[in-house]
């Protein structure tokens, strides 16, 4: 049985993750394919409140008290490859914390340390994979995944490996590796 839990529009909303208390779900708004609005709705009562800051493929933490997601900014240096940042939004409305330069940020399921990806340079066809406590402190780079193909992703195992797709010659393949 399926319920209806809200009107979606599928141009304006997208990225919708339900926490992991299945109480909430936080997605975010877009208008003309530029992310305005990061919401959390309520599954009992409807009810939805604005993040502090609006983040992109929203990511929530084991407790449900935090989403991790990415957001843009100028980087100083004009380099615009390196204008991602992962940010740690309290779920309830609080400002946000900016965590780190990178994009795609996924937390581990002890709650301490977040994943995320920074470009390399490369040809932009690899990218590095980096670790970080939920603080902000102890960054660490701990990979390096590619040849990837146009449309990527990852995730990353309770166990600290990862799964990414690679592109061999023109052959698609899914790999796994453990991070150090």
Same mark, same amino acid.
């Given at each position: 049985?399926?319920?209806?839990?809200?009107? =979606?529009?599928y141009?304006?909303?997208?990225?919708? %993750?339900? &926490?992991?208390?299945g109480? @909430?779900?936080? $997605?975010?708004?877009?208008n003309d394919?530029?992310p305005?609005?990061?919401?959390?709705?309520?599954?009992? !009562?409807?009810?939805? $409140?604005?993040?502090?800051?609006?983040?992109?493929? /929203?990511?929530? !933490?084991?407790?449900?008290?935090?989403?991790?997601?990415?957001?843009?900014?100028?980087?100083? !240096?004009?380099? +615009? =490859? *390196?204008? =991602?940042?992962?940010?740690?939004c309290?779920?309830?409305? %609080?400002?946000?914390?900016?965590?780190?330069?990178?994009?795609?940020?996924?937390?581990? &399921? &002890?709650?301490?340390?977040?994943?995320? +990806?920074?470009?390399?340079?490369?040809?932009?066809?690899?990218?590095?994979?980096?670790? +970080?406590?939920?603080d902000?402190? *102890? /960054?660490? *780079? #701990?990979?390096? +995944?590619?040849?990837?193909?146009? @449309? =990527?992703s990852?995730? #990353?195992?309770?166990?600290?490996?990862?799964?990414?797709?690679?592109?061999? @010659?023109? %052959?698609?393949e899914?790999?796994?590796a453990?991070?150090?």
């Amino acid at each position: 049985m399926s319920t209806e839990v809200a009107a =979606w529009d599928y141009l304006r909303e997208r990225d919708a %993750r339900v &926490d992991p208390r299945g109480r @909430a779900v936080v $997605h975010t708004i877009a208008n003309d394919g530029q992310p305005t609005t990061t919401l959390v709705r309520d599954l009992d !009562s409807g009810k939805e $409140h604005a993040l502090a800051r609006t983040i992109t493929g /929203p990511y929530w !933490s084991r407790d449900s008290q935090t989403t991790f997601g990415t957001y843009v900014a100028p980087d100083s !240096s004009g380099d +615009i =490859w *390196n204008r =991602w940042n992962v940010a740690a939004c309290p779920a309830d409305g %609080r400002p946000c914390r900016t965590l780190a330069r990178g994009f795609s940020p996924i937390p581990t &399921d &002890d709650g301490l340390r977040v994943f995320y +990806i920074r470009d390399t340079g490369a040809a932009r066809t690899t990218r590095e994979v980096w670790v +970080i406590s939920v603080d902000g402190q *102890n /960054p660490k *780079n #701990v990979g390096t +995944i590619g040849p990837l193909p146009p @449309a =990527w992703s990852y995730d #990353v195992s309770p166990t600290d490996q990862i799964l990414f797709p690679r592109l061999n @010659a023109s %052959r698609r393949e899914l790999w796994v590796a453990q991070l150090k």
